[in-house]
């Protein structure tokens, strides 16, 4: 039996479907939002591995990986420059390609373990949408706190397809819309077009794709939330006077007197000073608080000793305040703090010395109950990390809110990537998501991902809405973990166990073949 596969596709022409893979597989993601090419661009990666060699396929892998997070994340660039985008991006490339070779080995050893139609059809597209998906949650946890921008599963943010992620998660609405791929290029290849069996494993995948609608969630009720966008001057590099970005957020919310209010939400950096160290800013939010007639969501950097955190805070007159904390559970690395800080400076020491600030991460959870309602939280990046929105919900979360600052990425695709997030989100855990942004974009997502309320990016605004409650919990919710568990570290093993099956495979047969006189290639 071969070693590998012939390939099939040439190595120049294996390395231009990759090239072209990335930005279709891009074209997908907002702004531009056309989900169904999210199926293109991974067929176009599949197709450009099968039959490389460990060293072709990091090739192949490399360019696809180049061509998608170059144009993806070109966002950061707006005011940091070229530096941050190209080391992030080649990070992500270097590691994508790595687990690009996987894959590849994985259309080597599979048929030689399975060689039927069957382990053609479904045990081969298994694997390889498994390592995909470890692939996407290895770039998701590593290194530091990984970065899971780019993950298949969120660019269905407003498909018919995202429903599954209630049932699977995110992880698993990406290994069925792998596991798809897969198969129907293993069909086309065994070319068995007569015998409609063959396209079972791939027609199953369509079913759970398109027919499974999403887990209810209970109708809890609703609560009058007040959102406001205050569009000052929130950036890292904006020109602003002391208290600007609180006194735009004041002006904002004025508008909103007078309404009956269950909670105010302001959004991430709403309070430029700590609150809990200066009592003027403390005494406005007492005052705001009463005059409203209802508690704050608040949000601002705090210290407590020599520690610096990125604090959601809930704000209630008369009470002793805050009432409760909540600190980001996951600092940007080299945004909010930098890790390993005496290597990085030795590399690019201007750069890194921009970034004054080092946030500690966050251990007390995401979740606040404000005046009887569970409220899950995500501070900006946060809303990215399964774990931080998975233990909101655990916590009794009937709605999320969503605080985020997108001043440093203003006029760039960012905020409707993390938006897609966001509804992502509310899909996921059968929760409304008010997601409320410093400029831009801010949302009130319903628990299908449908939009209730919405302001335009770039203008201050506020937004009252009557937004569902929602209790109990979605399997994504509670088998999420051990989805993980199973499609990342299960899919390593299990190509580890065909690599030795391969292997013993080869050493019984070389004894055999060398006594008939037979050599083996």
């Known amino acids: 039996m071969p070693e590998r596969p012939r390939p099939l596709l040439p190595l120049w022409a294996a390395l231009l479907a990759a090239a072209a893979g990335g930005p279709v597989l891009d074209l997908a993601f907002p702004d531009v939002g056309w989900w169904p090419l999210a199926f293109g661009g991974v067929a176009l990666s599949l197709v450009s591995l099968i039959g490389r060699t460990a060293w072709g396929a990091f090739g192949v892998g490399l360019v696809f990986a180049a061509s998608f997070y170059l144009i993806h994340i070109v966002w950061i660039t707006r005011y940091l420059g070229v530096v941050p985008w190209f080391a992030l991006a080649g990070l992500e490339t270097l590691l994508s390609a790595l687990g690009a070779i996987l894959i590849a080995l994985a259309y080597r050893w599979m048929p030689q373990v399975a060689p039927g139609r069957w382990g053609r059809l479904l045990a081969l597209p298994a694997l390889v949408a498994g390592l995909w998906t470890a692939r996407e949650l290895f770039l998701g946890s590593w290194p530091y706190t990984g970065f899971p921008w780019g993950r298949i599963g969120m660019s269905q943010s407003e498909s018919p397809l995202a429903h599954l992620a209630s049932w ?118 007492d005052r705001l608080s009463d005059t409203v007639g209802a508690p704050l969501v608040v949000n601002a950097a705090t210290e407590r000793g020599e520690d610096v955190f990125n604090t959601s805070m809930v704000w209630e007159a008369g009470q002793e305040n805050p009432v409760a904390l909540h600190d980001k559970s996951h600092p940007v690395p080299m945004g909010e703090y930098v890790p390993d800080r005496w290597f990085f400076e030795m590399l690019a020491p201007d750069l890194i010395g921009l970034i004054q600030r080092e946030y500690t991460p966050g251990t007390n959870p ?156």
């Open 366 to 521: 995401p979740f606040f109950d404000v005046a009887g309602i569970g409220v899950g939280l995500a501070i900006c990046f946060d809303v990215i990390y399964d774990d931080v929105i998975w233990s909101g919900a655990r916590d009794g979360a009937e709605v999320y809110m969503f605080q985020t600052n997108n001043a440093d990425f203003r006029d760039t695709d960012e905020n409707l990537q993390q938006l897609a997030f966001a509804r992502m989100r509310a899909i996921e855990t059968g929760r409304s998501v008010v997601n409320l942004s410093t400029v831009g974009t801010s949302q009130v997502i319903a628990p299908d991902g449908a939009t209730l309320e919405s302001l335009p990016a770039g203008e201050a605004g506020a937004i009252v809405a009557d937004v569902p409650l929602r209790t109990g919990l979605t399997p994504a919710v509670i088998i999420g973990p051990a989805v993980q568990l199973i499609l990342g570290w299960g899919s390593v093993l299990a190509v580890a166990a065909v690599a030795w099956a391969v292997r013993r495979r080869r050493t019984t047969k070389t004894p055999a073949s060398e006594e008939a006189g037979v050599s083996v290639v």
């Open 168 to 285: 699977t998660g995110v992880t698993g609405l990406t290994f069925v819309m792998v596991f798809l791929v897969a198969a129907v290029i293993e069909w086309v290849r065994l070319g068995a077009w007569r015998d409609i069996r063959s396209a079972l494993p791939a027609a199953l995948a369509v079913l759970l794709l398109v027919a499974l609608p999403a887990f209810p969630t209970v109708d809890a009720g609703s609560a009058r939330v007040g959102a406001v966008q205050g569009n000052g001057p929130a950036g890292y590099f904006d020109e602003r006077e002391r208290y600007a970005v609180l006194q735009a957020q004041l002006d904002a919310t004025a508008p909103l007197i007078g309404e009956d209010l269950d909670i105010l939400l302001w959004p991430e950096g709403g309070i430029d000073a700590d609150p809990t160290a200066n009592a003027s800013v403390a005494g406005t939010l």
